[in-house]
């Protein structure tokens, strides 16, 4: 035999055998495998996880929705408090005199709620 071996992939010379040909129908039998593997993988990477993303954010969004429900109310409550001190209603009320006088107090300390924006 005179050191040539059977095996083209292991003779000194190659054999006159294509080596990317040989790998290639040794790979033959993985490639659908791998290729369905690719595909499952796109598909959950441009279906699964937006669809997983977008029903996170609906979750988030309506119970940020009922939170701020609940501030509005509060908020609201607040506003009515704020509005019923500097009505001039209630400057009688608390203080015993008329919004349109002057305050009894010096011109430096004048009550809050008698004073009306410009």
Do not use: K
């Not at 009505?87 to 008329?98: D, E, L, S, T, Y």
């Amino acid at each position: 035999m005179d050191g040539v071996h059977r095996h083209p992939l292991c003779s000194r010379h190659n054999g006159g055998v294509n080596f990317p040909l040989v790998v290639a129908n040794r790979l033959r039998p993985f490639t659908m495998p791998i290729v369905v593997i690719g595909v499952i993988a796109l598909i959950v990477t441009f279906f699964v996880v937006p669809v997983r993303t977008w029903t996170s954010q609906r979750d988030l969004l309506d119970s940020r929705s009922t939170q701020y429900g609940v501030y509005e109310e509060v908020n609201d409550a607040l506003q009515d408090e704020v509005d019923a001190l500097t009505a001039p209603r209630a400057c009688v009320r608390r203080f015993g005199h008329n919004s349109d006088t002057s305050c009894p107090m010096s011109v430096e300390f004048r009550c809050w709620p008698c004073l009306r924006p410009r």
